[in-house]
């Protein structure tokens, strides 16, 4: 079967920029569904980052034998990350996404072992508490996509000691989000859900969509826009009770 003609790279800029502009939800991921048959090489062409370097970052942290680790791809889209983890051996990839056309994508890569259909922020993750060595959420923390109230659903389906690892832009428009995302965060762990190991500023995140997006001086045509990945480990049962009955007042979730 013949691919399609790959667009410009101003007519990929011009999508993506549309994409980060769409706040609202529905409209969102309707935008995802007819992106779907394009989005591999779109992101290609903007010199996409994201789930390489996240997945370096947690596969890092991981002590247990790649082929036995269980991993949770949240907001997997067409499986960019499934492949970056089936590359450094991790074969025990599930995988969820609210976007139809994203999640056919993804199937026909063949690399989860299951793949189901959630709009997290509206509906619970449909796996149970504590089953995921490591959790993954890699380019959907920002605004019209999955919102910060949803980062403790993360949590419930992570192992006692296991890891969550997120990401999410650092570019003059997603800039609120990510205070309030930081926000969450910080609020988790001061009430002893997890604790920090990594938080990596990257540079060269993607290719900037726009002038307004890129450093003072730089042109778009040149341009990355910056990120962050965030690593934590989601603290021990026992610990975790020890930290919620200690007579330090925490901040509410």
Known sequence: MAQEEARSL??????VGASHGITDLARKLQFYDVWAPDYDQDVAALQYRAPSLAVDCLTQALSGPPHTTLILDVACGTGLVAAE????????LHGVDGSPGMLDKARARGLYQSLSLCTLGLEP????????DAV???????????????????????????LVCLTTRTNPSNLRFKEALETTLDRLEQAGAWERLVAWPVDRW?????EHEVAPGTSAQEGFI?????LYRKQEAAQAKSMRHSPQPLPGL
């Open 10 to 15: 101003p007519e990929v800029r011009a999508r």
């Open 85 to 92: 983890l089936q590359s450094r051996g991790f074969h025990q």
């Open 125 to 132: 993750l449909p796996k149970p508490e504590g089953t995921f």
């Open 136 to 162: 993954l959420m890699v380019g959907a923390l920002s605004d019209g996509q999955v919102p910060c109230s949803a980062v403790p659903e993360l949590l419930r389906v992570t192992k006692p000691g296991g």
């Open 206 to 210: 993607e290719l900037a969509t726009s």
């Open 226 to 230: 910056s990120g962050i990945i965030y």
